[in-house]
């Protein structure tokens, strides 16, 4: 069972920086490929980051790539997504995802698990 928990969350400025968190409680973390996707109001949810699952293989959306990145530490059952140079377009809530077949990354409907979400608020 894949139990995800974000956090680090929270209101920055542009240009600033955050640093999410995303930890499973359950054993066999290593068995997924992980995803990060986020939702802004009134928008559609948008695909962010994924990483397979040893961390061999990486992928961006257009939007965020050369800002953000993706990593996981299997020991710890957790990936992160550090978020660089933040605009107020990236204000959104935040989801990380699980899916063991990860035939499609960039797809929110292809993965299995999902957490509560994570509120990121960048201000002008």
């Known amino acids: 069972q894949v139990q995800l928990v974000e956090s680090g969350g929270g209101l920055a400025q542009a240009g600033g920086s955050l640093r999410l968190s995303c930890a499973d409680s359950?054993?066999?973390?290593?068995?997924?490929?992980m995803g990060w996707f986020r939702q802004a109001p009134g928008k559609e949810r948008e695909f962010v980051a994924a990483?397979?699952?040893?961390?061999?293989?990486?992928y961006y959306g257009e939007s965020v790539k050369g800002r953000f990145t993706i990593s996981r530490d299997n020991a710890r059952n957790t990936v992160y997504l550090q978020m660089n140079s933040l605009k107020p377009e990236d204000t959104a809530i935040y989801y990380c995802?699980?899916?063991?077949?990860?035939?499609?990354?960039?797809?929110?409907?292809?993965?299995?698990?999902w957490g509560q979400g994570t509120q990121v608020t960048v201000s002008s």
């Open positions: 995802a699980a899916d063991q077949n990860w035939r499609a990354p960039r797809s929110s409907s292809r993965y299995n698990y």
């Open positions: 990483i397979g699952w040893t961390g061999g293989t990486i």
């Open positions: 359950g054993r066999t973390f290593s068995s997924y490929a």
